[in-house]
């Protein structure tokens, strides 16, 4: 996934690859003009972050307890828009309606 930086203070604006951040082992919190940077697709990558993670736990779910145990573990969440991600990721699989 790109992250995007921009500078509030000039607006200057450059794409990483997360890998390119994780590599480079360096912080990018300032431009080379000193201003601060911002990373303009937080919401994106949070978001697409989220969706992994539920994927992943629902697959795991589904082996290590099957069908009934996965929806019974769903059922238990008491944030309802996190639970209502997970019946979304269910119903995507063909297992809920």
């Known amino acids: 996934m790109k992250i995007k930086f921009t500078c509030l203070r000039c607006g200057y604006t450059f794409e990483k690859n ?3 951040v994780i590599d480079q082992h360096q912080s990018f ?3 080379h003009c000193g201003g601060k940077l911002s990373i ?5 990558i949070v978001s697409q972050d989220i969706s992994i993670q539920i994927k ?3 697959s ?3 082996s290590e307890n099957g069908i009934e ?3 019974e573990l769903i059922e238990r969440i008491t944030e309802s828009e996190i ?5 979304d990721e269910l119903r995507k ?3 809920i309606k």
Do not use: H
């Not at 303009?40 to 994106?44: G, I, T, V």
């Open 18 to 20: 997360e890998q390119d």
């Open 29 to 31: 919190r300032y431009c």
């Open 40 to 44: 303009s697709n937080l919401e994106e």
């Open 56 to 58: 992943n736990n629902t």
């Open 60 to 62: 795991k779910y589904l």
């Open 69 to 71: 145990g996965a929806i």
């Open 83 to 87: 639970k209502k991600l997970y019946q």
């Open 93 to 95: 699989r063909g297992i």
